[in-house]
C-alpha cells in the first residue's frame, strides 16, 4: 500500500495560514493593548491639565465675583475676553522671575480656552456644580405676630469639578476643607 503524497500548494496553503494566524494574534496580544494604554494614558494626562486650567480660570473667577460660577462657557469667555486675565496670563512677576500666567499648556504645548469645554476622551462637557445655601429668618414684631420671612441665597461658595471619564475630581460641595484641592495631588 503506498500512500501518495499531499501537493505541494496544500503544505504552502497551511503554512501561510500558521503565518496569518501568528500575525493577528502578536497585534490582538502584544500591539493593541500597548496601544490602549499608551490612548489611556494620553487621556488621563490631557484631561488632569483641562481640569487644573479649569480650577485656575475658577480662583480669578472667584477673586473678581467673589463666588464661584458652574457655567463653563461662562468660564471660558471670562478668560478669553476679560482684561483682568488677559493682564494675568500676559503678566510677569519679577519677584519670583516667572510669568504670572496660572495655566499650563496641554499636551500640544499650548493652552487653548475652548479645550476647557470637553474631555478629551468622550468628548463630553466637564460636570461642574456649585454648592447652594438657603438661610431663612423669620421676623416678628414685638407681639409675637410674623412680620415677613426673610430667605437669603448663596451661591458659589464652593465648587465641585468632575471629569465623566473618571480621570478625577477638583473641590467639594461641602468641605471646606477640600477647595481647589484634586483627587490626584
Not at 51 to 63: C, G, P, R
Not at 97 to 121: A, H, W, Y
Not at 140 to 148: A, E, H, P, S, V
Given at each position: 500500500?503506498?500512500?501518495?503524497?499531499?501537493?505541494?500548494?496544500?503544505?504552502?496553503?497551511?503554512?501561510?495560514?500558521?503565518?496569518?494566524?501568528?500575525?493577528?494574534?502578536?497585534?490582538?496580544?502584544?500591539?493593541?493593548?500597548?496601544?490602549?494604554?499608551?490612548s489611556?494614558?494620553?487621556?488621563?494626562?490631557?484631561?488632569?491639565?483641562?481640569?487644573?486650567?479649569?480650577?485656575?480660570?475658577?480662583?480669578?473667577?472667584?477673586?473678581?465675583?467673589?463666588?464661584?460660577?458652574?457655567n463653563?462657557d461662562?468660564?471660558?469667555?471670562?478668560?478669553?475676553?476679560?482684561?483682568?486675565?488677559?493682564?494675568?496670563?500676559?503678566?510677569?512677576?519679577?519677584?519670583?522671575?516667572?510669568?504670572?500666567?496660572?495655566?499650563?499648556?496641554?499636551?500640544?504645548?499650548?493652552?487653548?480656552?475652548?479645550?476647557?469645554?470637553?474631555?478629551?476622551?468622550?468628548?463630553?462637557?466637564?460636570?461642574?456644580?456649585?454648592?447652594?445655601?438657603?438661610?431663612?429668618?423669620?421676623?416678628?414684631?414685638?407681639?409675637?405676630?410674623?412680620?415677613?420671612?426673610?430667605?437669603?441665597?448663596?451661591?458659589?461658595?464652593?465648587?465641585?469639578?468632575?471629569?465623566?471619564?473618571g480621570?478625577?475630581?477638583?473641590?467639594?460641595?461641602?468641605?471646606?476643607?477640600?477647595?481647589?484641592?484634586?483627587?490626584?495631588?
Amino acid at each position: 500500500m503506498t500512500s501518495k503524497p499531499e501537493p505541494w500548494y496544500i503544505h504552502a496553503a497551511l503554512y501561510t495560514v500558521i503565518v496569518i494566524l501568528i500575525v493577528v494574534l502578536v497585534k490582538v496580544a502584544i500591539i493593541d493593548p500597548n496601544e490602549i494604554v499608551q490612548s489611556e494614558k494620553f487621556f488621563k494626562k490631557e484631561s488632569r491639565l483641562r481640569m487644573s486650567d479649569i480650577k485656575q480660570a475658577e480662583i480669578l473667577w472667584e477673586q473678581q465675583h467673589k463666588s464661584f460660577t458652574d457655567n463653563l462657557d461662562t468660564l471660558i469667555n471670562f478668560i478669553k475676553y476679560d482684561p483682568k486675565v488677559q493682564e494675568v496670563i500676559n503678566g510677569f512677576d519679577s519677584t519670583i522671575q516667572r510669568s504670572s500666567n496660572p495655566f499650563v499648556v496641554l499636551s500640544n504645548g499650548e493652552f487653548t480656552p475652548d479645550s476647557l469645554l470637553r474631555t478629551p476622551k468622550s468628548w463630553s462637557n466637564y460636570i461642574l456644580q456649585i454648592d447652594t445655601s438657603v438661610s431663612i429668618d423669620t421676623v416678628t414684631n414685638r407681639y409675637g405676630r410674623i412680620k415677613r420671612v426673610d430667605t437669603t441665597i448663596v451661591l458659589g461658595k464652593r465648587y465641585f469639578l468632575k471629569d465623566p471619564d473618571g480621570y478625577g475630581t477638583i473641590g467639594s460641595l461641602y468641605d471646606d476643607a477640600l477647595k481647589n484641592t484634586a483627587s490626584w495631588e
